[in-house]
């Protein structure tokens, strides 16, 4: 039932379109807060990407296993599912729907990036790519993740992929040596070191709780203002829509207004 219905899902992705600069982009589905797509508001001049969080490789079991490249769901299918999905790119256009690999945690552990070959690991459509934690060097993770997107956008199944690294030593070393060797397969990534990614779009990003990094409550839109009126706003990606239901989503409502506005 759960490979059929992300197979379901992926079969909804292929006609992704070509992001604009005017791109907001928010994680859904991992904290199982009952957010609906529609619960999300989305400004009509903006284009909006929902990246379900998260299909993971391990099975689903009480203690889950690696499953070497075999996803399974992890994110809430019962307001996010295949015939959601439908529904919410029938009524706007701008809106598109990718999956998320990875992610920090499953169940109560780490996440882990396990492949046991790297031949073997890609066998899925999708995506953005949001491992945090590793056990395989950095050669191997760019392989496996490089052929992956490789092969999704030479048979037409996706039209962008994207990539979260953060300031940590050993995520950096993973995906700057992705980046080296497949970074023109890469459209967008998110991180605040964007010489180390040279020549890719940068995402400025948000935690919507005020957990982490430069919150919205205190600098972020100035810090987005300022960069647009550089001309170096790409675009804001959130994490998360479930987080942000509690406040009525209005740091959604504040980001797409500025994404909006002329610079």
């Not at 001049?45 to 689903?60: E, M, N, R």
């Not at 990036?113 to 590793?134: A, K, R």
């Not at 060097?137 to 490089?146: Q, S």
């Not at 030593?169 to 060797?181: D, G, M, R």
Request: with cysteine; proline share 5%.
């Amino acid at each position: 039932m759960i490979l059929f219905l992300l197979i379901t899902i992926l079969q909804a992705l292929p006609n992704l379109a070509a992001p604009t600069a005017d791109l907001f982009r928010e994680y859904i589905g991992a904290e199982f807060n009952n957010v609906k797509f529609t619960d999300v508001p989305v400004n009509p001049q903006v284009d909006f990407h929902f990246l379900l969080a998260f299909a993971i490789d391990y099975d689903t079991s009480d203690s889950p296993s690696p499953t070497n490249g075999q996803f399974n769901v992890f994110w809430d299918t019962d307001n996010l599912g295949a015939s959601q999905i439908s529904s919410i790119k029938s009524h706007n256009l701008k809106i598109k729907v990718a999956l998320s690999l990875g992610g920090d945690s499953v169940s109560n552990g780490n996440c882990y990036f396990t492949p046991s070959s790297v031949d073997s690991w890609y066998n899925l459509d999708g995506i953005d790519i949001d491992y945090e934690h590793f056990k395989s060097d950095p050669d191997t993770f760019a392989e496996c993740i490089g052929r992956l997107i490789t092969t999704l956008k030479s048979n037409g199944v996706i039209s962008f992929a994207s990539i979260a690294p953060f300031d940590d030593p050993e995520v950096q070393s993973h995906y700057q040596a992705l980046w080296n060797k497949y970074g023109n397969v890469i459209d967008y990534y998110y991180d605040e070191q964007s010489s180390n990614y040279d020549g890719g779009k940068v995402l400025v990003s948000f935690i919507s709780d005020g957990s982490g990094g430069l919150s919205p409550a205190d600098g972020f839109f100035k810090a987005c203002d300022r960069l647009k009126k550089q001309g170096k706003l790409q675009g804001i990606f959130a994490w998360s829509a479930d987080d942000s239901k509690a406040n009525g989503f209005r740091y959604e409502r504040q980001s797409q207004a500025v994404l909006a506005t002329p610079n």
